[in-house]
């Protein structure tokens, strides 16, 4: 750690994993679920070990991707660190993404390799096949298969992951994460929660996104256990609760989304929560109402605000002071700077933009845009597009986006996507589309003007083969024209009138 | 309580809390509500605890599944279970 700044980052992030399986007593618990399956230190680098082997006899290029196309699981987790140790980085793709998503993002990331969960593997080929991409199938371990790409693209030597967000362009846009970047967040948070001693952590992001950066590496840096929980408990937070408080559970990291799921329909107070230590919020605009309503269910408990785009992951965070809530009404502060950042506040029309410099900012886009970056004095600063004021203690606060970008439930939404997937729609010649915010519950509503109408079933299923789940609107309305504004820009006030009440609250 | 008549009540809930009070033409009550996605977790569970309230059942974390929900047809028959019969 002394030596930061002078050796091979990749090496050394490797290096580091190498070493944090070695320190773990072998017999220790490292993944489990809630099937009972469990995986300790010694035999999850045994299997580590195979994976590698595998991964070697196929796949010659260095500094290059290797997809993962399979739900969430020890296995899947188990493959992301053979990747990494094979010197590669790794490409988690979502499997409940339309494949059309799934292609274009395969055509834009160009691995060298697939990790493909057998189930999926049928339709995955005829998406494939129909899109012209070429691959050769090897035989991988039991319930999986590897395909092989042809011209790979090269990456940067220390190339960690590649994770895919909303483009503000209509298509999804590649971010490359390196180890220097998780590096430093690794480092950041040993800091801020090394007094707590946690051993026993809860996964609750998917792989394609940046939250679980912190899952994969924490709790192995620390010789902790991770519940890796299945797609489908995920989606039931009754059963998220119970396996809080009988897993004895002691860190959660998740959305404000998430948490707010969680005490509105998991039935918390049946349950007992004082295992829970740390609660780490993050991915969206943070209310004091839900961490208020946080602490009175896991009363022990420190939170922590971490803010920071994919682009950044982690650059600023702030421990949650409820005396702070007078000086910072609108909304929780987003805090200081990390290890690795720096900060500076740009003027623009808008307000005081957020900009990011440092080892936390990602090596680039896949297709290799530019425009988010500026640099001043020699340093290459990221454009977060948050503004934000900073106030006397040196405490950062949101105050509002300078573009149209949303967040839902953690998820990067640009609405030119949405429009993007509904214009393809046979006879539609206009769409808008607007959100909603209630009690933190963000809500999509699509407008269309359009020669031919559909019903809302129809577009509910058109819309899910077209975009992420995430971004499928709640609503959809024809109207006969888009109404405009004094400035010539579509009247939102004037389209949301049209929606009755139960569907915007 | 009347098995369609909680078919009702289970169409009615859909109705104004997914449609605005107006259920299209191409819903009926075979239509998938959670695979489909046109209910999210949220408006899953919320729905759930809806009638749980309304019925005074209860349902376990592990009924909370696509299995016993999936359509109003489905999720009538759960509760119709619910109820004892």
Known sequence: MEKIGELNWRSNFEENMREWFKVSARDKTFLHNTAREKINYSEAKKKIRSQLKTLQQNIPDFASLVGIYAEKSIASTLFIYSIILNEKGYLPLDVQSPFSRVVSILKDAKPTALIVEKKFSELLTLALEENSIHFQVKKFQSGFQLFVFEKPKKYPADVLNVLYTSGSTGVPKGIIQTGLCAWHFMIQNHILLNSFKIKSYLSIAPYHFDISVFDLFVPLSESGRLLVPKQQEMNNSRLMAEMIAVKKIELIYSTPSFFNWLMETGRLEKHDFSKVKVILIAGEVLRWDIVKRLKKYFSNAVMFNFYGPTETNVCLHYRIDFDDEKRYAASVPIGKTCIGSTIKLLKTKNGKELIVAGTCVMYNYVNGDKSRFKTIEKHRYYKTGDIVEEAFDGNYAF??????????????????EIERGLKNLEGVKQVAIITTNENSTIKIHAFLVSDKKYETVFLKNYSADKIHYSMVPDTFTFVESMPLNRNHKTDE????????????? | MEREALKDSVRNYVSENIFGNE????????????????????????????FEDELNVECKAHEVTADNLDSVNIFTAFLWKKLGN
């Not at chain 1, 986006?401 to 609405?415: F, V």
């Not at chain 1, 006030?493 to 609250?505: C, V």
């Not at chain 2, 259920?23 to 809806?50: A, E, Q």
């Open chain 1, 399 to 416: 105050v509002s986006r300078a573009d149209r970008m949303i967040k839902r439930n953690g998820y990067r939404i640009e609405p030119a």
């Open chain 1, 493 to 505: 006030g004037k389209l949301l009138q049209t929606l009755p009440n139960s569907l915007t609250h």
């Open chain 2, 23 to 50: 259920l299209p033409k191409d819903f009926n009550d075979d239509t998938p509500l959670v695979s489909s996605r046109l209910l999210d977790s949220i408006m899953t569970l919320k729905m759930i605890s809806h």
